[in-house]
């Protein structure tokens, strides 16, 4: 009897590329309907199934790897309403979706050429990695970055989904291409920016802090700057000057407040401790606030912040209490 752990691989490829027979699509069906993990996995395989990978390799390494897929498999060959160039990166989708259920981190896939992809996954900790082209990226907690093995065919492009910085090494013959699940493309010949992505257009951030990146999304089509921001209101976006200095307290271990206030040191501890899931401010207070934090505790933080206020802060199951 066939499991969500021993469903042939390969009928599954066959499925979603449409090349399997009416008997072979019955056994994905009874299989689908026996569990319902199966189900669910079958559906995380169709949603995968659309991705847009195919950007990622050129037209010539697309041909040569649907013909080795083609052989490997014993597919006939047949017209087919996809095309040829949807159906292998769907099926390159497929079999990344696969490893990550298998192993929860997808490396690369095997099917074709061992070793073409690379990813790279961080868990509860930050981490970092040096690309082929000597351009660094560093990855906040349950980020992932997936591109094309040592660059190949010259392509500088790689998939972000979660939050990263990165320092891109020049090259103006050579662009480095950033695409997100949210559907954004970013575009840089060498800067370094700020990138969170892949929650919805709505929660996507971006800040430069060197040189200029291009950010297409849909109709909008603009050059963002170093000391500017993407800031997305009603799934449109707008360039704005940077207001949040703590973007990369992530990485830095940083928080500085220049004159501000009550509500806005409250709300900034809470989109950046991930301890605190809520604030309650019960107090007023006219004060504003000059002070920085390197690598403090979130209780280090809010004991120095009621002497700066005079006034109380409680961390209560992830609610920020703030009261006289």
Not at 56 to 63: C, H, Q
Not at 168 to 191: I, Q, R, W, Y
Request: proline residues 2%; charged residues 25%.
């Amino acid at each position: 009897m066939e499991t969500s752990k021993t469903i042939n691989s390969e009928l599954l490829v066959r499925f979603f590329s449409g090349d399997c027979t009416s008997e072979e699509a019955q056994r994905i069906e009874a299989w689908r309907k026996r569990k319902e993990e199966n189900d669910q996995i079958f559906e995380d395989f169709k949603k995968v199934w659309k991705s847009d990978y195919q950007t990622l390799l050129s037209s010539e390494m697309l041909e040569g790897d649907w013909a080795r897929i083609r052989a490997r498999l014993h597919m006939p060959h047949r017209r087919r309403s996809i095309g040829f160039l949807g159906a292998f990166s769907r099926i390159a989708a497929v079999i990344l979706v696969m490893l990550a259920v298998s192993s929860g981190l997808y490396v690369y896939w095997n099917v074709p050429g061992f070793g073409r992809w690379s990813a790279f996954q961080t868990g509860e900790s930050v981490d970092s990695l040096r690309l082929p082209d000597n351009s660094i990226v560093y990855l906040n907690n349950h980020s992932s970055l997936k591109y094309l093995r040592n660059f190949e065919d010259g392509k500088r492009t790689v998939s972000l989904d979660g939050e990263g910085f990165f320092e891109v090494e020049h090259d103006a013959g050579n662009p480095f291409l950033v695409k997100t699940p949210d559907g954004l493309d970013v575009t840089v010949l060498g800067t370094a920016f700020h990138l969170q992505a892949g929650a919805g257009i709505e929660n996507v951030e971006l800040n430069v802090t060197e040189g200029t990146v291009g950010i297409k999304y849909r109709r909008f089509d603009e050059k963002v700057n170093a000391g500017q921001s993407i800031v997305v209101k009603n799934s449109k976006l707008e360039v704005h000057p940077t207001s949040d200095v703590n973007f990369l307290f992530w990485k830095t271990g940083e928080l500085a407040f220049s004159q501000c206030s009550l509500e806005v040191i409250a709300n900034t501890l809470q989109k950046h401790f991930k301890e605190i899931k809520e604030v309650d401010i019960d107090a007023s207070s006219d004060v504003l606030v000059t002070t920085s934090f390197h690598n403090q505790s979130v209780s280090e933080v809010l004991e120095e912040l009621e002497l700066h206020f005079d006034k109380k802060f409680t961390l209560n199951k992830g609610v920020l209490i703030i009261s006289e």
